[in-house]
């Protein structure tokens, strides 16, 4: 069974970053691809952004410019970068990935941006 953790949540002031990390327990070599989620309360998940396993990346509307995803092979990790933070942004943020035809999902982890 793969498994996901998300770590790098927490309590930021507006304007602020903050990096999230997911670390996958297999490699993330021959991936379809890897996701950031996030859900806030009474809301449904949206997809943030996704990096394909030839290295692709896509992003919503809403965090272009202001967040990065990036992967590292060697760690079996995928990081968002998030800069720029809006109270908008608060959310439970969860990985996914693609790989040999399943989904797996993080347990997630919070962000919340106010002052």
């Known amino acids: 069974q793969v498994q996901l953790v998300e770590s790098g949540g927490g309590l930021v002031q507006p304007g602020g970053s903050l990096r999230l990390s997911c670390a996958a327990s297999?490699?993330?070599?021959?991936?379809?691809?890897m996701y950031w989620y996030r859900q806030a309360p009474g809301k449904e998940r949206d997809m943030v952004a996704r990096i394909s396993g030839l290295g692709i990346k896509n992003y919503a509307d809403f965090v272009k410019g202001r967040f990065t995803i990036s992967r590292d092979g060697a760690k079996n990790t995928v990081y968002l970068q998030m800069n720029s933070l809006r109270p908008e942004d608060t959310a439970v943020y969860y990985c996914k990935l693609e790989l040999r035809g399943y989904e797996y999902w993080g347990q997630g982890t919070q962000v919340t941006v106010s002052s």
């Open positions: 297999t490699s993330i070599f021959s991936m379809n691809a």
